[in-house]
Each structure stands twice: as C-alpha cells, then as structure tokens.
C-alpha cells in the first residue's frame, strides 16, 4: 500500500459538513424565539450522550449569569449580559447554530455525569449525531 505524499492527502476541506438534523434545528429556533420553552432530550454527540432539558439561548444565559462566585459571578451576569444584546440585536436574521441544556448529564453505561444538580450543557448543531426526545433518568 503506497502513501500519498502530505500536498496529496485528503484534508477535511474536501468533504462538505454534513448539515445538521433539519427537525433538531427547527425545535432549537422554537427554544430560542419561545420565552419559557423546555423539552427534555437526548443527544449523542461525538464520544458522548449527553441529557437534560432544552433551553432557549435568553434563558440559558440567564442560569448562566446568576452562577458562580465572587469574581467569576460578576464576570459571568457581565458575559451573559453581552451575549444577550447581540442576541437582541440579531433578531431572526442569525441561523440558530447551537443547542442548550439546563439539568444537563453526560451518561456513559448507566452512569450519570454529574450524579446530582446537573450542569448547562451548549452543544454545537451540526455536531449532534441523533437525539431522543426525553430525558434519560438513572436506574432504581
């Protein structure tokens, strides 16, 4: 078997992305334009599964500006702040590209990352794999 030599090799820019889940993306704009939407889900993405309640961007944004302490409270509510100007400033003419989690899980064969209060998870679209409509819980 002959090697290409490195200037012949195959290089992620020769493929296009495969586009994310057409439904998975319309639930995610719904979260993001519907103050108060939640949806327990299931995603698998690279090397993970990954559970918990689907957010909209405004409230995630929220949890995450109420969180830490002392430096890293002021810094997150200062982050979060930012982040949701330019989500008010974008309006509808920004693609939805990511997907959030309250409550969020890493499961790995039964068993359940962080195994009490769960974390906010933001994942990436058009790298989910599938999802499950529903939240895992675990066993007994």
């Given at each position: 078997?002959r ?9 992620d ?10 439904l ?22 690279p ?35 930012g ?44 790298e989910i794999?599938?999802?499950?409509i529903g939240t ?5």
């Amino acid at each position: 078997m002959r090697l290409a030599p490195y200037s012949e090799a195959v290089t992620d820019a020769d493929f296009d992305p495969i586009p994310a889940d057409g439904l998975l993306v319309a639930l995610a704009e719904v979260a993001r334009h519907k103050d108060g939407f939640e949806l327990g889900i299931t995603v698998n993405v690279p090397g993970a599964t990954v559970t918990g309640v689907m957010i909209g961007p405004r409230a995630w944004l929220r949890i995450l500006g109420a969180s830490g302490e002392g430096g890293a409270h002021e810094f997150l509510n200062s982050l979060a702040g930012g982040m949701n100007q330019i989500l008010e400033s974008a309006g509808r003419e920004v693609t939805t590209q990511f997907l959030h989690l309250r409550d969020a899980q890493y499961v790995s064969g039964g068993h359940f990352t962080p195994t009490n209060a769960g974390l906010l998870w933001r994942g990436r679209l058009g790298e989910i794999t599938g999802f499950s409509i529903g939240t895992l819980t675990p066993a007994g």
